[in-house]
């Protein structure tokens, strides 16, 4: 069945870095694009990054541009989101979702979605 | 940015009964490429609804979303017991920095 596991999360000080990981297996990995997507405690849900299913586009939300970096390896179907320069406002479950469309170069709707991990930003 | 306004923020229903979620967005939303997800405490979100209207694979027919333009709505025609949750709507295809609404929580009454 299709199954996305995130690992990576954990706790850092501001100003730290992480790297999330994401395995997907079920589906053609390669054909489709994929998300990250974050939910700070008691919050709702805010996008967080695309990446084209060959990696060639990715997409930033405006929180996170200039610091996070969304990347993938399709031998591997791993999905990455590499994290610097952290804030106390980055804590959250970060969740890793597949693009329901395939072979999109453009962002879409999230059509399974891994369990998440947790990150906390905090001193 | 498209902002999406969901309303209402909490919506105290009994079993049987007939929710009504409405979502607002800032601009109009391109070719209805709306979604709706579900999302249970301690759970991931689920696709419900994809392009205003079509329910995903698997989600039963007591829920049905219709809309365009700026006004959508998400349906559930009887409340079943594990309806109760929260709803997020979600646009695509406007830009490629996708935004979700703030959500609408439905509790039992």
């Known amino acids: 069945q299709v199954q996305l596991v995130e690992s990576g999360g954990g706790v850092v000080q501001p100003g730290g870095s992480l790297r999330l990981s994401c395995a997907a297996s079920g589906f053609t990995f390669s054909s489709y694009g994929m998300h990250w997507v974050r939910q700070a405690p008691g919050k709702g849900l805010e996008w967080v990054a695309f990446i084209r299913y060959d990696g060639s586009n990715k997409y930033y939300a405006d929180s996170v541009k200039g610091r996070f970096t969304i990347s993938r390896d399709n031998s591997k179907n791993t999905l990455y989101l590499q994290m610097n320069s952290l804030r106390a406002e980055d804590t959250a479950v970060y969740y890793c979702a597949k693009d329901g469309t395939y072979s999109s170069s453009w962002p879409s709707l999230m059509d399974v979605w891994g369990k998440g991990t947790t990150v906390t930003v905090s001193s | 940015e498209i902002v999406l306004t969901q309303s209402p923020g909490t919506l105290s229903l009994s079993p049987g009964e007939r929710a009504t979620l409405s979502c607002r967005a800032s601009?109009?939303?391109?070719?209805?490429?709306l979604a709706w997800y579900q999302q249970k405490p301690g759970q991931a979100p689920r696709l419900l609804i994809y392009?205003?209207?079509s329910r995903a694979t698997g989600i039963p027919d007591r829920f049905s979303g219709s809309g365009s333009g700026t006004d959508f709505t998400l349906t559930i025609s009887r409340l079943e017991p594990e309806d109760f949750a929260v709803y997020y709507c979600q646009q695509y295809g406007s830009s490629p920095q996708l935004t979700f609404g703030g959500g609408t929580k439905v509790e039992i009454k």
């Open positions: 601009q109009s939303v391109s070719s209805s490429y």
């Open positions: 392009g205003a209207s």
